[in-house]
């Protein structure tokens, strides 16, 4: 049985850092590309950033320069270190693996008050 747990989440004041994980079981963690989107009241799910088995990273623009995320193989965790937060980062931070299938967390709430 699959699963991603994330955790880190909360409420931060604006340019704060929060640093999220998530804990994968389950999968074969060192083949699975890694990725973490959001979700904001009212929007669609968007990409945030991605980390590739061989380490390799992409950012979305909007996030570039504040977060970066890691993976850490052996204790099969991915992070995303979160700086100088902005209200609108708000939103539930999903944790996605994806090798031959996909598999998403729970979700874990941010709130980025100004």
């Known amino acids: 049985q699959v699963q991603l747990v994330e955790s880190g989440g909360g409420l931060v004041q604006a340019g704060g850092s929060l640093r999220l994980s998530c804990a994968a079981s389950?999968?074969?963690?060192?083949?699975?590309?890694m990725a973490w989107y959001r979700q904001a009241p009212g929007k669609q799910r968007e990409f945030v950033a991605q980390?590739?088995?061989?380490?390799?990273?992409d950012y979305a623009n909007s996030v570039k320069g504040r977060f970066t995320i890691s993976r850490e193989n052996a204790k099969k965790t991915v992070y995303l270190q979160m700086n100088s937060l902005k209200p609108e980062d708000t939103a539930v931070y999903y944790c996605?693996?994806?090798?031959?299938?996909?598999?998403w967390g729970q979700g874990t709430q941010v709130t980025v008050s100004s």
């Open positions: 980390i590739t088995s061989g380490g390799r990273t």
């Open positions: 996605k693996a994806e090798s031959a299938n996909s598999y």
């Open positions: 389950g999968i074969i963690f060192s083949r699975n590309y």
